[in-house]
Nanobody, 124 residues
Framework: QVQLVESGGGLVQAGDSLRLSCAASRRTFDNYNMGWFRQGPGKEREFVAAIDWTGGSISYADSVKGRFTISRDNPKNTVYLQMNSLKPEDTAVYYC?????????????????WGQGTQVTVSS
């Protein structure tokens, strides 16, 4: 079982930056691919970014390319999402998720474990 706890959300203005963190409880975190998803008001959960267990393969949603950066620190069992140039449309609950090794995954149902989410609100 992998438990995930997100942190770092908050209320910011358009153009600001935030860094989300996701701490995993299990020591074998470094064997899991990790992803960030978000769910805005009245919307379905959507893919944001994903990174494989080595950190060598990364994927981003088109809507965040060039603004968001995913990274991981395996000794710290933590994955990060650096979000720059935030826009009001980035407002959502952001979820961290873990998937068993394989290709980088972009679909929610490919992930095995989920955090509780952290709210990000971007005002205009």
């Amino acid at each position: 079982q992998v438990q995930l706890v997100e942190s770092g959300g908050g209320l910011v203005q358009a153009g600001d930056s935030l860094r989300l963190s996701c701490a995993a409880s299990r020591r074998t975190f470094d064997n899991y691919n990790m992803g960030w998803f978000r769910q805005g008001p009245g919307k379905e959960r959507e893919f944001v970014a994903a990174i494989d267990w080595t950190g060598g393969s990364i994927s981003y949603a088109d809507s965040v390319k060039g603004r968001f950066t995913i990274s991981r620190d395996n000794p710290k069992n933590t994955v990060y999402l650096q979000m720059n140039s935030l826009k009001p449309e980035d407002t959502a609950v952001y979820y961290c998720a873990a998937a068993r090794p394989g290709f980088v995954k972009v679909r929610p149902h490919d992930y095995n474990y989920w955090g509780q989410g952290t709210q990000v609100t971007v005002s205009s």
